[in-house]
């Protein structure tokens, strides 16, 4: 009788078995996935790693639009002032009071030495000056800022309007109404008129005496 054909060897029946369509893996597709996987995942941490200042940042660029409005301020002839002097150059005071009143303010009481018996006082300064003022006196200060430019603002308890300038080591000289009137048309800033603003005889301290340390 004749043999029946020999089978084929194991060793390449489990090959062929082995790389057969049915079983390649689909690596690109698998590369893929994990490629887009790993782009959403830095996607969404540098979303959740932006810091709450930053994300506050965007909208702060617009200016507000009612910081634009020009505000009032009152007239120079309804602020009562006083000018005081710190520091040992004889006349400052007197002339810097002399030419407010020119431009308007009131001034009833004589240019004097800074001391303790004024309101807000912390002895000599080191800067242009201090305006010094109580509750009634804001506006009357941040007008007279544009005149004393790099003036210190501070707030006392006095319990009138009237508003001291106490000149400083810095101190030069008032600015120009001309100055003044560019600076506040430049802020937006208009002046008004006040009704009962007070109608006293104000004193240019021309013939004031000075005292010794020369106000």
Same mark, same amino acid.
């Given at each position: ?55 506050? %940042?965007?909208? #702060? ?6 910081? =634009?409005?020009? *505000?009032?301020?009152?007239? /120079?002839?309804?602020? $009562? ?76 308890? %006095?319990?009138? #309007? ?6 400083? =080591?810095?101190? *030069?000289?008032?600015?120009? /109404?001309?100055?003044? $009137? ?34």
């Amino acid at each position: 009788m004749t043999s029946p054909p020999s089978a084929p060897s194991g060793g390449s029946g489990a090959s062929g078995s082995a790389n057969g369509p049915g079983s390649r893996r689909p690596l690109p597709a698998l590369v893929f996935l994990l490629a887009l996987t790993l782009l959403a995942a830095l996607v969404w941490w540098r979303v959740l790693a932006r810091s709450p200042e930053d994300a506050a %940042a965007g909208p #702060s660029c617009t200016p507000s639009t009612s910081a =634009a409005q020009p *505000k009032d301020l009152p007239e /120079q002839e309804a602020i $009562t002032v006083t000018v005081l002097n710190s520091t040992k150059r004889q006349g400052i005071a007197t002339k810097a009071q002399r030419t407010l009143v020119h431009d308007g303010f009131q001034a009833p009481a004589s240019a004097a030495n800074d001391s303790k018996a004024y309101p807000g006082y912390s002895g000599k300064i080191t800067g242009v000056a201090e305006i010094r003022y109580g509750p009634d006196g804001s506006q009357g200060a941040q007008l007279l800022q544009y005149y004393f430019p790099g003036a210190k603002l501070v707030t006392t308890d %006095a319990k009138d #309007s009237t508003v001291l300038i106490s000149l400083g =080591a810095k101190y *030069k000289k008032v600015a120009s /109404q001309q100055d003044v $009137t560019a600076a506040l048309k430049a802020d937006g800033i208009k002046l008004i008129a006040v009704a009962g603003a007070p109608d006293v005889e104000t004193s240019t301290s021309t013939c004031s005496t000075p005292s010794p340390s020369g106000s």
